[in-house]
C-alpha cells in the first residue's frame, strides 16, 4: 500500500512539518495546493496524486476531515474515509458514501482500505 497527501496547504509546509516529525519516508506522493489550478472539492489534486502513485481510482481510498475532502473523492470517482479529527460532527458526512467514519487517523486499517476496490457505491 502506497500512501499519499492531497492538501490545499504548500507542499513545503507540509514537508516541513513531516520532517519535522520524521515523517517524511512514509508518503510516496505529496500533492499540494501549489501543484494544481483547482482546489477541492476540484478532484484535480486526487487525479494527480493516482496519476504519480500509478492507480487507478479503483484501487485508491480517500481519508478525508470534511465534506470538501468527501465531495472531492466523489467527484474522483474514488471510496471515502471520514475522519473526526478535525471540526467536522458526524452528521455533516450523511449526504456522502464512505467506507467508514472514525474518530482519527489511528482507527484505519489496512482491511478497511482493501475495501475500496470491493465496495463502490
Given at each position: 500500500?502506497?500512501?499519499g497527501i492531497v492538501s490545499t496547504k504548500w507542499?513545503?509546509?507540509?514537508?516541513?512539518?513531516?520532517?519535522?516529525?520524521?515523517?517524511v519516508?512514509?508518503?510516496s506522493v505529496i500533492v499540494g495546493g501549489d501543484d494544481v489550478t483547482e482546489h477541492k472539492p476540484d478532484p484535480e489534486?486526487?487525479?494527480?496524486?493516482?496519476?504519480?502513485?500509478?492507480?487507478?481510482?479503483?484501487?485508491t481510498a480517500y481519508v478525508g476531515d470534511s465534506p470538501t475532502d468527501a465531495r472531492a473523492a466523489q467527484r474522483a470517482g474514488i471510496s471515502f474515509v471520514a475522519v473526526l479529527s478535525g471540526?467536522?460532527?458526524?452528521?455533516?458526512?450523511?449526504?456522502?458514501?464512505?467506507?467508514?467514519?472514525?474518530?482519527?487517523?489511528?482507527?484505519?486499517?489496512?482491511?478497511?482500505?482493501?475495501?475500496a476496490d470491493t465496495i463502490r457505491d
Amino acid at each position: 500500500m502506497s500512501l499519499g497527501i492531497v492538501s490545499t496547504k504548500w507542499r513545503q509546509r507540509i514537508l516541513d512539518v513531516l520532517e519535522r516529525d520524521g515523517l517524511v519516508d512514509a508518503f510516496s506522493v505529496i500533492v499540494g495546493g501549489d501543484d494544481v489550478t483547482e482546489h477541492k472539492p476540484d478532484p484535480e489534486g486526487l487525479f494527480e496524486a493516482m496519476r504519480l502513485l500509478d492507480v487507478s481510482p479503483e484501487q485508491t481510498a480517500y481519508v478525508g476531515d470534511s465534506p470538501t475532502d468527501a465531495r472531492a473523492a466523489q467527484r474522483a470517482g474514488i471510496s471515502f474515509v471520514a475522519v473526526l479529527s478535525g471540526v467536522t460532527k458526524t452528521h455533516e458526512f450523511d449526504e456522502f458514501s464512505s467506507l467508514g467514519i472514525l474518530q482519527n487517523v489511528g482507527g484505519i486499517s489496512a482491511g478497511l482500505l482493501a475495501r475500496a476496490d470491493t465496495i463502490r457505491d
